[in-house]
């Protein structure tokens, strides 16, 4: 068998769609300690096509807070529906499973929690703190928007402020939020969420501690123009924003969001030297980047 797989979907990718198979003891102790200690990941639930290449480097985005979000934003493969109760051991379990997989970097992340009153804060907070206390590694949240809920969920909302600053106070060495879309897309595939909402959160970040590095991600493919781009990348850089990913929206099922166009390699590369020219220290960009693709990279640059 080739050690090339085509991604699995019903249309037909372009050729540069393609993906290593897992292999190797790493991927399997990475698979074989997620499975016994109950965690979850966001390579998995949100079918990343980067999994085996990620696994297979020892590197992992733990998925916090269960594995079921409030939300459905239409791009997402994660299931949508009511949440269990929060396991008040998780934080534990993941800071185990850092430690005993040597990681030097690990990526955090949850589903959407609008049920709970700090948006799950407070266990992204206790995560970060039980990490810390056994290992050196570094640590790198990606944060829901923490949107405090007033009336229509679709609508409205203002920033919780009190939430943000308990996950800064955590000190992670990187703090994300992705702004996945650009402003006239936004509504339309995350209906749950505000272009200017997460605008805010990131601008905030720095205004509570100026020297936490920040993190955005764009997706493409929702039928959004190069202008269009440019101007979301401007306003995370008017947010102060540090590292951006950028990656080609792939769609899970026949009920997300269908996809517009492919992008080419190269204009992935265009957008990264646009990008770089604005002044993100760092981008990822290409067809299957994903937010926390190769987020190791960053541990040189915090």
């Known amino acids: ?66 594995d079921t979000c409030t939300r459905f934003c239409k791009y997402c493969n994660v299931k949508t529906g009511k949440p269990g109760k929060v396991d008040e051991e998780e934080p534990k379990e993941v800071a185990s499973a850092v430690k005993k997989l040597g990681l030097k970097y690990v990526v955090i992340t949850s589903v959407t929690r609008d049920d709970l009153k700090d948006g799950g804060a407070s266990i992204y907070s206790d995560t970060i703190k039980e990490i810390k206390k056994t290992t050196d590694c570094s640590t790198e949240l990606l944060i829901p928007d923490f949107k405090t809920m007033s009336g229509n969920i679709q609508r409205d909302g203002y920033l919780n402020v009190d939430a943000l600053k308990m996950v800064i106070e955590a000190k ?95 204009e992935f590369e265009e957008l990264k030297k646009i990008g770089l020219g604005l002044g993100f220290l760092h981008i990822e960009s290409g067809p299957l980047v994903r937010s926390s693709y190769r987020a190791d990279k960053l541990n040189k640059l915090i």
């Open 1 to 66: 068998m080739s050690e090339l797989i085509q991604i699995k979907t019903k249309r037909k990718l372009p050729e540069w769609f393609k993906v290593k198979l897992p292999k190797g003891d790493t991927y399997s102790n990475v698979k074989k300690l997620v499975g016994t200690k109950r965690l979850n990941t966001i390579c998995e639930e949100a079918r990343c096509p980067n999994l085996s290449e990620c696994w297979s480097n020892g590197t992992a985005t733990f998925l916090i807070l269960g």
């Open 172 to 266: 992670p060495e990187v703090l994300g939020h992705n702004i996945e879309a650009v402003r006239r897309t936004f509504q339309r595939v995350r209906p749950g969420g505000n272009y200017d909402v997460s605008l805010e959160l990131l601008r905030k970040i720095k205004d509570i501690n100026p020297e936490m590095k920040t993190k955005s991600g764009i997706m493409v493919g929702f039928g959004e123009t190069k202008e269009e781009i440019i101007e979301t990348m401007k306003d995370l850089r008017r947010s102060k924003v540090d590292f951006l990913s950028i990656g080609q929206y792939l769609q899970p099922s026949k009920i997300h969001e269908k996809i517009s166009r492919f992008y080419k390699p190269e």
